[in-house]
């Protein structure tokens, strides 16, 4: 069992349910709440060893404190990752200090929060920082590849991490009919070395019924640009939650005969202990 390659699911999310302690500043598909404990029973329940913590946006916007607490609280099962606001005139200095700090592997861009270009300021010193740290950049891209594909050509020192397959997807059934439709420019990413993708929230974009076998085809070809060696499994739980349970989004990868024990073992954690440097139960 200890030579066993650890699951490990790149994207969750947890919060606690609304108050004036820790108000939310908008929206997010899921329950009411999604608190570290109900996170690792769900974990716990389908075998998932560890998990990338995101500190939801929509809910928390820059504030990662709650992550922080769920991480003191569970600092074994979680890498915490926060994303950064591009207008702040501290933005390097606020990455040097989330760095250092204890259960962190990543940073995050909502490239999608604002009308960027590439050379925004902030940007380019969340990346730059972020490089010098050591650390990896999950983008939050949709829509927004060729700018994400510039920021990933001008600084080739930082890891940077593609998003939910790079891919719009639907918050509630039924998914849309042209869901991989912008296949060709995801793909494209995949000549940048310091680029890796989450295929995270995939069985969103399908229109079939767990376990979702039309999914494979498309993800084949981010699978043959990439290599496994930079491809994440992740569920995006709780945002998935109105199209299927965290159970289908863990087992729908593990049932299938589209991925070989090795594919498997590289895409549900291997790959990912490599790019974040972190494993369930290392702590920091």
């Not at 690792?40 to 946006?57: Q, Y």
């Not at 979680?78 to 606020?94: C, M, N, R, T, Y």
């Not at 863990?250 to 073992?265: C, I, N, W, Y």
Request: proline share 8%.
């Amino acid at each position: 069992m200890a030579n066993q390659t650890p699951t490990i699911d790149s994207q969750v999310h947890s919060y606690e349910k609304n108050s004036p302690a820790r108000p939310w500043s908008g929206f997010l598909q899921g329950p009411d709440s999604a608190t570290g404990d109900e996170m690792v029973a769900a974990m716990d329940a389908v075998g998932v060893d560890g998990a990338l913590l995101i500190s939801p946006f929509s809910l928390y916007s820059y504030d990662g404190s709650y992550a922080l607490e769920v991480y003191a609280k569970h600092p074994g099962r979680f890498g915490l990752i926060k994303p950064f606001d591009p207008q702040s005139g501290a933005v390097a200095e606020e990455i040097a200090e989330w760095a250092a700090t204890p259960g962190v592997v990543g940073a995050r861009i909502m490239l999608t929060a604002q009308p960027f270009e590439a050379d925004d300021l902030g940007l380019n010193q969340i990346l730059t920082a972020s490089g010098q740290a050591g650390i990896p950049v999950n983008v939050m891209c949709s829509s927004k590849l060729p700018l994400f594909g510039e920021l990933a050509r001008r600084h080739p020192e930082t890891q940077m991490v593609i998003d939910h397959v790079g891919l719009v997807q639907p918050s509630e059934p039924p998914a849309p009919p042209d869901t991989f439709g912008d296949m060709a420019n995801v793909l494209s990413l995949a000549r940048y070395d310091n680029v890796a993708i989450k295929i995270s929230g995939a069985c969103t974009l399908s229109h079939q019924p767990f376990p979702y076998p039309d999914i494979w085809e498309p993800l084949r070809k981010v699978f043959d640009a990439f290599g496994f060696e930079r491809c994440l499994w992740g569920t995006d739980w709780t945002r998935t939650s109105p199209l299927l349970t965290y159970e289908q989004g863990v087992e729908s990868f593990r049932v299938t005969d589209q991925l070989s024990a090795s594919e498997r073992s590289a895409l549900m954690g291997g790959s990912l202990t490599k790019i974040y440097k972190w494993s369930p139960g290392t702590g920091s």
